[in-house]
């Protein structure tokens, strides 16, 4: 079946920094969701970007389908962004696999 | 508007026992999931149902059970549980479909199982 890797796998950053997370899938996919598990674990939608690019405040995300990747990108970081950040595809069977996660620490 | 919702929030069961999940989405969304997160880790898919009466396997399917009872409601059962399956739960449901009918999966907040 289909395989997901993210990486880095875990990520401390001082608060203001910015950061790039990164999300390989190994065979083409309908859709890509990024999100983001808050401590109290919730999972919380942050992007669903198929393809091209899409910028939400100080996230935003590129989905490059044709290479099999997609990137999210944090700037300017805040304690708040502490968490664990998912993605998740979609395959054409409608099955949703996720990635093993990049858990990130923003410390002040 | 609830979106997905789950019950139980949290059960403790002992080895043996049986108990049954609930999901209930109310977005008139074809597909639901199941999935466990154990701790430090992502989730992973144990079954699936891309529509009303169709289930699949998902990447960790044994021990568990699972029914589409109507287009809302998806359950989740444990036969015979084992301290194995002591994992948060994770319901979540979405449209089928590519292009601009396809749209992002909603999550419940999670079932925090534990199996002595």
């Known amino acids: 079946g289909i395989q997901v890797e993210q990486s880095p796998p875990d990520l401390i950053l001082q608060e203001g920094a910015n950061s790039t997370l990164r999300c390989n899938f190994s065979d083409s996919v309908n859709n890509l969701q990024w999100f983001h598990q808050n401590p109290w674990g919730q999972l919380i939608n942050l992007f669903y970007?198929?393809?091209g690019t899409k910028q939400n405040g100080r996230l935003s995300a590129t989905t490059v389908a044709t290479e099999r990747y997609s990137l999210l990108y944090i700037s300017s970081s805040q304690t708040t962004d502490s968490g664990v950040y998912f993605c998740a595809v979609k395959t054409s069977y409608d099955k949703v696999i996720f990635g093993p996660g990049t858990s990130l620490s923003v410390i002040p | 508007n609830a979106g997905v919702t789950q019950t139980p929030k949290f059960q403790v069961l002992k080895t043996g026992q049986s108990m049954t999940l609930q999901c209930a989405q109310d977005m008139n969304h074809n597909s639901m999931y199941w999935y466990r997160q154990d701790p430090g880790m992502g989730l992973r898919l144990i079954y699936y149902s891309a529509s009303e009466g169709t289930t699949d396997k998902g990447e960790v399917p044994n021990g568990y059970n699972v029914s589409r009872l109507n287009k809302r409601e998806f359950s989740l059962r444990l036969e015979s549980a084992a301290p194995s399956q002591t994992s948060v739960y994770f319901c979540?449901?979405?449209?089928?479909?590519?292009?601009?009918?396809?749209?992002?999966?909603?999550f419940g907040d999670g079932t925090r199982l534990s199996i002595l």
């Open positions: 970007i198929p393809s």
């Open positions: 979540a449901s979405s449209t089928r479909g590519q292009g601009v009918s396809n749209q992002p999966q909603h």
